[in-house]
């Protein structure tokens, strides 16, 4: 177990990963505002956990899944597979669909994924 100093420090450096990461995308692209965003479904190397979420970069996001960046849902259950996302001309109509795919059921969840990527492939490949 790590002590209370260490995680702090760890939490320190997060913090200020995101803020250099940031600063340096608006350096490099200063009038750069996506405007696409994405609704997507990542699940762990067994298929029986699934994570919902949206996000106007989705290069950006799937990064912070995979190296666990985040310390939360996806890290906790090693949840790092693309295996479905939609792409959105605006958040608002992004954040209502991702609403309603969480309150769909799991077996409506999985016909959605099935629908699109039968194999459950990890697409990401293909994006990162």
Do not use: C
């Amino acid at each position: 177990m790590s002590s209370f100093s260490e995680q702090s420090e760890r939490e320190d450096l997060l913090v200020y990963y995101r803020r250099s990461l940031k600063d340096h995308i608006q350096k490099l692209y200063p009038n750069h505002m996506p405007k696409e965003s994405y609704v997507y479904i990542l699940t762990n190397k067994n298929k029986t956990v699934l994570y919902t979420g949206v996000t106007n970069n989705l290069t950006r996001r799937l990064f912070e899944h995979k190296s666990n960046i985040n310390q939360g849902f996806t890290s906790r259950y090693n949840v790092h597979e693309l295996v479905y996302y939609e792409k959105y001309n605006n958040i608002q109509d992004a954040i209502y669909r991702e609403k309603m795919i969480k309150k769909q059921p799991r077996l409506r969840k999985n016909v959605l994924i099935s629908s699109v990527n039968p194999m459950w492939s990890d697409l990401s490949v293909g994006i990162l």
